[in-house]
């Protein structure tokens, strides 16, 4: 699960073990200053790339669910015209078994309390 706001991003990955989310990890991180000047939508990329950099030995080869409150990251890989930073995002995530999932913010209390 992850999450963002204007000046930081939360992630929580979790592990589900007999259909029950089990929490691993809670991480954040501040945003610096070239990050807060960031669209609305690299915002919404950003703990999505902050949780496979920082989790990433634990990713590879198993199937990960990312689950955010932004459906336009659903989105995003149909759109043509991305700008190249989300294209090398877009890359990124492409190296793993992973989809992206909406969930209602107040579906999502664990990574809103992070930010």
């Known amino acids: 699960m ?8 939360g992630v929580v990955p979790e ?3 007999n259909k029950k989310p089990h ?6 991180h501040t945003l610096n200053d070239a990050q807060v000047n960031y669209t609305r939508m690299e915002k919404a990329f950003l703990p999505v790339v902050f949780a496979i950099e920082k989790f990433r030995p634990y990713l ?3 199937h990960a669910i990312i689950f955010t409150d932004h459906a336009a990251l659903k989105r995003l890989f149909s759109k043509k015209d991305a ?3 989300l294209v090398r995002w877009m890359f990124l995530l492409q190296e ?4 992206i999932r909406g969930r209602k913010g107040s ?4 990574a809103d309390h992070l930010c």
């Open 2 to 9: 992850d999450d963002a706001s204007n000046y930081v991003v």
């Open 15 to 17: 592990q589900c073990i």
């Open 23 to 28: 929490v691993i990890y809670f991480a954040g």
């Open 60 to 62: 590879i080869g198993s």
């Open 83 to 85: 700008k190249p930073k």
């Open 96 to 99: 793993f078994d992973c989809e």
């Open 107 to 110: 579906e999502n209390p664990v």
